[in-house]
């Protein structure tokens, strides 16, 4: 299983960026997928997750400025950022909880992709 993500960029503040991950291989279902950050010198964060049935959770440092989505036919989850922020920049993952068969799952990553909201 891959994940591969696409979208990161250059932004000046206030700008938007959409982020996306496709992930690809031999799955069954995929559950939870979820998008995290780490910036420079700090810890990977949760920025946003979403459930296989739509539910959507959020960091309080990101809620009314992001947007999580999923596509379940295609495998992907998006991530559209308004309003960014200085604060936003880091390399962003997404993250997928893949489900092999009745029995097997695993967590996969994908390789991030970087962020930069200038100001």
């Known amino acids: 299983v891959q994940l591969q993500a696409f979208g990161g960029g250059l932004v000046q503040a206030g700008g938007s960026l959409r982020l996306s991950c496709v992930v690809s291989g031999s799955i069954f279902r995929i559950n939870n997928m979820a998008w995290y950050r780490q910036a420079p010198g700090k810890q990977r964060e949760l920025v946003a997750d979403?459930?296989?049935?739509?539910?959507?959770n959020y960091a309080d440092s990101v809620k009314g400025r992001f947007t999580i989505s999923r596509d379940n036919a295609k495998n992907t989850v998006d991530l559209q950022m308004n309003s960014l922020k200085p604060e936003d920049t880091a390399d962003y993952y997404c993250?997928?909880?893949?489900?092999?068969?009745?029995?097997?799952?695993?967590?996969?990553w994908g390789q991030g992709t970087k962020v930069t909201v200038s100001s």
């Open positions: 979403i459930t296989s049935g739509g539910r959507v």
């Open positions: 993250y997928a909880d893949v489900l092999h068969n009745a029995l097997f799952r695993r967590d996969y």
